[in-house]
């Protein structure tokens, strides 16, 4: 068994006991294996154990794992995220290759992403990114300002706006990550009550994924816990 396929086993497993500690179905959570700057070989070694969702936060990096994996032709199909902000002239390289888009905040991306989205293709699965720790150095939208961008997604044939997504602020104490969690999961079910099909929560990471687990997060997103430390 490959380092990578034990880790995995145990985010699993880890992912499972707490879902399951609070009440939840581990199968309402899904687990983005984040591949930024890891190589093919520790992609493909996810993928023996069974991954099939990515996440990436470069764009030409991502690009190009994905084309090689595409000519691998896997099945069941791998699903790829684009998890990083994302600069308006390199809206056409997502719109073109990625499944899912995590970090829309401007409804001039929105536009763009739709016109550039390939008729041949379903349309791309976004999640508004919102701000929630109120970081200037971080992308995303203040809550207040939801409602506006997501009136006019819902307007975009080739968005499919499936809920919302975070980076909290770092934050060492549970408690302190379950409260901002929970303020996410609050706005993701008022989003719910207004529109169907509004079904993802992509919040936690490594070091917080127990806290978002409890409180309400569908979608985590691990690197180092399955890859290791950051190839910079």
């Known amino acids: 068994m490959s380092t990578i396929e ?3 086993q145990q985010v699993i497993g880890l992912i499972s006991s707490t879902a ?34 990515f996440g990436e936060n ?10 090689y994996f595409q000519q691998q032709r896997i099945t069941p199909p791998l699903s790829w995220h684009f998890i990083g902000p994302l600069q308006s002239n390199k809206s056409r390289l997502v ?9 829309l905040d401007r409804p001039q ?22 701000n929630i720790s109120g970081e200037h150095s971080k992308s995303g939208l203040a809550p207040a300002q939801l409602g506006e ?4 997604v819902v307007e975009l044939p080739r968005l499919r706006l499936r ?4 980076i909290p602020a770092p934050e060492p104490d549970y408690q302190r990550q379950l409260a901002v969690f929970q303020q996410m999961a609050a706005l993701f079910t008022d989003l719910q009550r207004q529109l169907p099909g509004i079904d993802t929560l992509s919040l936690g990471m490594t070091d ?19 890859f290791g430390a950051r190839n910079l």
């Not at 899904?30 to 154990?49: F, G, Q, R, Y």
């Not at 470069?58 to 084309?67: A, H, P, R, T």
């Not at 961008?149 to 006019?152: G, P, W």
């Not at 917080?208 to 399955?226: E, F, L, N, Y």
């Open 6 to 8: 034990q880790n995995l």
């Open 58 to 67: 470069y764009v030409q990096e991502g690009v190009e794992k994905i084309v």
């Open 149 to 152: 961008l997501v009136s006019q």
């Open 20 to 53: 399951h500690q609070c009440g939840r179905d581990p199968q309402e959570i899904t687990l983005l294996a984040v591949s930024k700057t890891k190589p093919v070989t520790a992609i493909e070694a996810a993928i023996a154990a069974g991954q099939r969702a």
């Open 95 to 103: 719109a073109e290759n990625f499944d899912w888009m995590h970090t």
């Open 208 to 226: 917080d994924m127990p806290a978002a687990v409890v409180a309400g997060s569908t979608m985590v997103r691990i690197g180092t816990a399955i």
């Open 163 to 166: 809920g919302l997504m975070a």
């Open 109 to 130: 991306l929105a536009r763009r992403l739709n016109d550039q989205r390939p008729q041949g293709l379903s349309p791309l699965n976004v999640l508004i990114q919102i």
